[in-house]
């Protein structure tokens, strides 16, 4: 466990670690917006990371989760963050919306459960995107904070453990299944579009102009958006 790691990539060739803190437990997440970054920290919840100096990066604040925070993303003034109680009764798990106006004194502002266990959020328009483990994608309406409300699912083959966004589409990590296209367009009555088998079980998933990378216990691998803006593969 190694904590945050802060990595200069200004040669990308040879990226140089430069900096590290060390959160009270093992990092599942990490998300930055300014001179922030956000980080789950298991039963730690969410750290709050001042990064202004890369190479002395310090914790100043936190907030707690209700079980181990998973991942977060950012979004305007707020940090979507998942938890869940992996394997343990009673299930626990579901969405927290964080203020993140004052980066210091982060404050929950509203949340929701999910059915699964939520492992992966991604965040687009008035919507949050949730890897619910077996149950899929939920669909999160984030329109108001304080109350947010699922409005919409969509089942997977086996398992969600990841998301991304782009346009239109979520690209979910299936676990052992690949990587599923889903179209977003009418949030919630999401449907599967398309997919594509990886080598191994899928742990990551993100956007780029190159394509879809995909990360996997077979290392990284890169999908193209053959049909540029639309998803499938």
């Given at each position: 466990?190694?904590?945050?790691?802060?990595?200069?990539?200004?040669?990308?060739?040879?990226?140089?670690?430069?900096?590290?803190?060390?959160?009270?437990?093992?990092?599942?997440?990490?998300?930055?917006?300014?001179?922030y970054?956000?980080?789950?920290?298991g039963?730690?919840?969410?750290q709050?990371?001042?990064?202004t100096?890369?190479?002395?990066?310090?914790?100043?604040?936190?907030?707690?989760a209700?079980?181990?925070?998973?991942?977060?993303?950012?979004?305007?003034?707020?940090?979507?963050?998942?938890?869940?109680?992996?394997?343990?009764?009673?299930?626990?798990?579901?969405?927290?919306?964080?203020?993140?106006?004052?980066?210091?004194?982060?404050?929950?502002?509203?949340?929701?459960?999910?059915?699964?266990?939520?492992?992966?959020?991604?965040?687009?328009?008035?919507?949050?995107?949730?890897?619910?483990?077996?149950?899929?994608?939920?669909?999160?309406?984030?329109?108001?904070?304080?109350?947010?409300?699922?409005?919409?699912?969509?089942?997977?083959?086996?398992?969600?453990?990841?998301?991304?966004?782009?346009?239109?589409?979520?690209?979910?990590?299936?676990?052992?299944?690949?990587?599923?296209?889903?179209?977003?367009?009418?949030?919630?009555?999401?449907?599967?579009?398309?997919?594509?088998?990886?080598?191994?079980?899928?742990?990551?998933?993100?956007?780029?102009?190159?394509?879809?990378?995909?990360?996997d216990?077979?290392?990284?691998?890169?999908?193209?958006?053959?049909?540029?803006?639309?998803?499938?593969?």
């Amino acid at each position: 466990h190694s904590g945050l790691q802060i990595v200069d990539v200004t040669a990308s060739e040879s990226p140089v670690i430069v900096g590290r803190v060390d959160p009270p437990i093992f990092v599942t997440g990490v998300a930055v917006s300014g001179s922030y970054a956000y980080v789950t920290a298991g039963d730690s919840g969410l750290q709050v990371v001042d990064i202004t100096n890369p190479e002395t990066p310090v914790i100043v604040g936190s907030v707690d989760a209700p079980a181990n925070a998973t991942c977060v993303t950012i979004s305007g003034s707020y940090a979507y963050v998942v938890f869940a109680n992996y394997d343990e009764e009673p299930k626990i798990s579901g969405l927290q919306v964080v203020d993140i106006t004052m980066p210091e004194a982060p404050a929950i502002a509203g949340s929701v459960d999910t059915p699964g266990e939520a492992e992966g959020v991604a965040v687009s328009g008035s919507y949050a995107y949730v890897a619910d483990h077996k149950s899929g994608l939920q669909v999160v309406d984030i329109t108001t904070p304080q109350t947010p409300v699922i409005v919409g699912s969509v089942d997977l083959a086996v398992s969600a453990t990841s998301v991304a966004v782009s346009g239109n589409y979520a690209y979910v990590g299936d676990w052992s299944a690949g990587l599923q296209v889903v179209d977003i367009t009418t949030p919630n009555s999401s449907l599967i579009v398309g997919s594509v088998n990886t080598q191994g079980w899928v742990r990551g998933v993100a956007v780029s102009p190159m394509g879809v990378c995909v990360v996997d216990w077979g290392g990284l691998q890169i999908v193209p958006r053959q049909c540029g803006d639309v998803g499938g593969f």
